[in-house]
């Protein structure tokens, strides 16, 4: 079992990209919880850690696609991305938990 980041490595609220298993995941601390959702757009497939935080979104940086970051769903359209986790204060993330997890939307 690998670690992907540990919590003091996470900025609040900056996405960071993270890649398991060829997926790419964004994960994103904010307050005392972390989500980490599969990082490409659906709408354009650009990585969403190359966006930015605003409000509760997490914006993607190429069209301004918004997603919740604790929900995954966007405020406008209704659509979400898939949510891998979402963890505890101080505990690793790791790639078999990951990895692991189903992909629902």
Request: charged share 20%; aromatic share 8%.
């Amino acid at each position: 079992m690998k670690n992907l980041i540990n919590w003091d490595a996470l900025e609040d609220r900056v996405p960071q990209h993270a890649l398991v298993a060829n997926v790419d995941l964004v994960i994103m601390r904010y307050d005392d919880s972390v989500s980490v959702l599969y990082a490409r757009c659906l709408h354009r497939g650009a990585l969403m850690a190359d966006g930015f935080v605003q409000g509760d979104n997490l914006i993607c940086g190429l069209h301004g696609w918004d997603y919740r970051y604790a929900t995954r769903v966007s405020e406008y359209n209704n659509k979400g991305t898939s949510k891998y986790l979402k963890d505890q204060k101080n505990q690793p993330i790791r790639t078999s938990t990951v990895a692991s997890t189903s992909l629902t939307a």
